[in-house]
T-cell receptor, first 112, second 115 residues
Framework: NAGVTQTPKFQVLKTGQSMTLQCAQD?????MSWYRQDPGMGLRLIHY???????DQGEVPNGYNVSRSTTEDFPLRLLSAAPSQTSVYFC???????????FGSGTRLTVV | DQQVKQNSPSLSVQEGRISILNCDYT??????FLWYKKYPAEGPTFLIS?????DKNEDGRFTVFLNKSAKHLSLHIVPSQPGDSAVYFC??????????????FGKGMKLTVNP
């Protein structure tokens, strides 16, 4: 029972580099989301998806792209990393939000 | 503009006593509320939820109370245990706006339960 798997767990990027944070779930959940957690800011929604082929922006989408080609995978792409994107990123999935989201263990990203 | 507010950043209680974690919200469109618990270096885990048609929901040692008129909810943990020491997030869903995919989180509150 893997749940939500995020890779990598840690990453250091240089300003301007691009990378993809991977997220996979094995619970056949339709809803998937990406959040970032910053000190004193709680969790903020970046992008979300309510099913394969459907994505939408959350509260803080700038600088990030997503796609949802399968039910299982929901990668988050940083196109040109900036120090302001230094954060802990969490992927989550749910059957619907009312049943509570299952979160991955997070990716700690540092942009220098 | 913080729509879900957890105004106290931390709380310390003795083992066996009650822990009360508070949460206020400003958006009257929120009608479903959840509490998440987070240990260091782990993702948040779902704890308990409540719909706006109820004023109380209980699950073992955890009870959530909702006061819609005051736009206030609270999480009670009785009795508190050292393993409850974690950061607790309050979250809300504006389901009446079309979907449950947009959780709005508070900033979190660190609970420490002392043995």
């Amino acid at each position: 029972n893997a749940g939500v798997t995020q890779t990598p767990k840690f990453q250091v990027l240089k300003t301007g580099q691009s990378m993809t944070l991977q997220c996979a779930q094995d619970m056949n959940h339709e809803y998937m989301s990406w959040y970032r957690q910053d000190p004193g800011m709680g969790l903020r929604l970046i992008h979300y998806s309510v099913g394969a082929g459907i994505t939408d922006q959350g509260e803080v989408p700038n600088g990030y792209n997503v796609s949802r080609s399968t039910t299982e995978d929901f990668p988050l792409r940083l196109l040109s990393a900036a120090p302001s994107q230094t954060s802990v990123y969490f992927c989550a999935s749910s059957r619907t939000g009312f049943y509570g989201y299952t979160f991955g263990s997070g990716t700690r990203l540092t942009v220098v | 503009d913080q729509q879900v507010k957890q105004n106290s950043p931390s709380l310390s209680v003795q083992e066996g006593r009650i822990s009360i974690l508070n949460c206020d919200y400003t958006n009257s469109m929120f009608d479903y509320f959840l509490w998440y618990k987070k240990y260091p270096a782990e993702g948040p885990t779902f704890l308990i939820s409540i719909s706006s048609i109820k004023d109380k929901n209980e699950d073992g040692r955890f009870t959530v109370f909702l006061n819609k008129s005051a736009k206030h909810l609270s999480l009670h943990i009785v009795p508190s245990q050292p393993g409850d020491s974690a950061v607790y997030f309050c979250a809300a869903i504006p389901s009446s706006q079309g979907g449950s995919e947009k959780l709005v989180f508070g900033k979190g509150m660190k609970l420490t339960v002392n043995p």
